[in-house]
């Protein structure tokens, strides 16, 4: 799997390959001179790169660069961006080589950008696109949306508050469970504090609306092997609308990974990112008010510490089988929790 990382200072003149291959030929052109990319409207988005404000990942395999993703601000007049939309805005470049294509590294190089952008302090990141060029729907999947356009061109944006999300949602199955395997350790005694600084966070961020939070799964059970991710069940009353908690939870910082509707249910989490996990991670379940199983079997392992160690032994037998598969991994488990809650909820 190909790594992502910052660009070297002597890596700066490999951006003229990708620049190259970042230019849209349509069908049944012949291939470009490679001299089109000293063409000035084209050269200056990488013309003495390294500037204040310029950014660039790239994706490497085998010890080789095989993608490309920047951004610079090009506003200047003049010297304005095709897909410019202001002087606070990063404009976008990105390619892979050919024979890379297809396996998603170009949607993880944009995620990776996306998070680095934010975290400089960027609202907003543009593009443009021909809208022959399949990689225009690439980027209405993650989010970028159409603010201008002619009859062969738009320019798109995206909100990088929300674009995190999308970035995930457009990768390959396989390519998800290669970034994010199981992965089991022994307790930390952290969880509980991971836990504990959430919880007051919740509070204060939904007020009445956190009827009750609970720190659910394995690592809320002293002593059990876990996945090193603290689960929070957080439910809410029925007179609270559940896509304004839905809202404040994602402006809070919180990822929405699925939602459903009919039920008043969300499931949401943080730690995810295009790189893999982060340092902490955790997922919020946000139910409505009700008799939840999740608590019956986290009661019914802490009182029996013979389940919970065979509990344990379960999950690392099946780690060996279902490592990048986490769909399998929890249906497999799934008898075994539905025996125990059964006992719990019959005193057993």
Known sequence: MATIRPIQKSEY???????????????????????????????????????????????????????????????????????????????????????????????????????????????CLSLSVQKENAAARLYARLGFQTIRENREDAIMALDLRRGAQAVLAALPLEELWRLFPIELAEHDSSWADWYAEEKIALQSLLGDCAARIDHIGSTAVDGLLAKPIVDILLQVPDTCDIASIRDALVEGGWLLMAEHSPYGALDLNKGYTPEGFADKVLHLHVRRVGDWDELWFRDYLVRHPGAAAEYAALKRRLLAEYKNDRDAYTEAKADFIRDCVAKARANL
Request: neutral net charge; contains cysteine; aromatic residues 10%.
């Open 13 to 123: 003149k490999v951006l003229e390959d990708f620049l190259y291959h970042a230019i849209f030929v349509p069908a049944g052109y012949g291939m470009l001179p490679r001299d089109i990319i000293f063409t000035p409207s084209i050269f200056m988005y990488i013309e003495d790169f390294g500037k204040p404000g310029d950014v660039c990942l790239v994706a490497e395999e085998g010890g080789a660069i095989v993608g490309a993703a920047w951004s610079r601000i090009l506003a200047q007049p003049g010297q304005k961006g095709f897909g410019n939309i202001d002087a606070q805005t990063p404009e976008l470049s990105i390619s892979v080589l050919p024979a890379y294509r297809g396996r998603g590294i170009g949607t993880r190089l944009i995620g990776s950008l996306t998070r680095a952008l934010r975290g400089m302090g960027y609202s």
